[in-house]
């Protein structure tokens, strides 16, 4: 049996549901302010690729691990209405899918899968995070 996982959260006083379901070929995860899927992006990389080890010390505070160089963003389903916006879901798909492969390198799991993301998010709450410095 497939586990689901889901939570709400509110970001910015935005209701913001975030679904995430593994499969065995991939992991989705749904990130919606809008009650739909949204832009799909697939993340990918070579399972030989290292993922850096001061991304796996579970005492580091240094922030979110960054992204690996030989990853592979494909869009799968819709888009966004801008470049600039298309330029900043990319973004939030390469880092959920690092998150995920480093949370499950720390489970010493064998096979890495391709993370799936849905994006939905209000517009306006795209370009406030843009402009206030969320992208740091």
Do not use: C
């Not at 939570?7 to 006083?13: A, F, P, Q, R, Y």
């Not at 302010?33 to 992006?41: E, Y």
């Not at 990918?44 to 290292?50: A, L, M, N, V």
């Amino acid at each position: 049996m497939l586990s689901i996982h889901s939570t709400s959260v509110e970001l910015e006083g935005v209701p913001t549901e975030i679904m995430v379901q593994g499969f065995a070929d991939r992991i989705l995860v749904l990130v919606t302010q809008l009650g739909k899927v949204g832009n799909l992006i697939q993340a990918s990389i070579p399972s030989t690729t290292p993922l850096l080890s001061a991304d796996l010390d579970e005492d580091s505070t240094d922030g979110l691990p960054a992204p690996p160089a030989a990853i592979q963003l494909t869009p799968l389903l819709g888009g966004a209405s801008s470049e600039h916006l298309q330029t900043l879901h990319s973004l939030y798909a390469a880092q959920i899918a690092t998150i995920i492969w480093v949370e499950e390198a720390k489970k010493m799991t064998v096979n890495r899968r391709s993370v799936v993301v849905g994006i939905a998010l209000h517009r306006d709450a795209d370009e406030r995070n843009t402009f206030h410095g969320v992208m740091n």
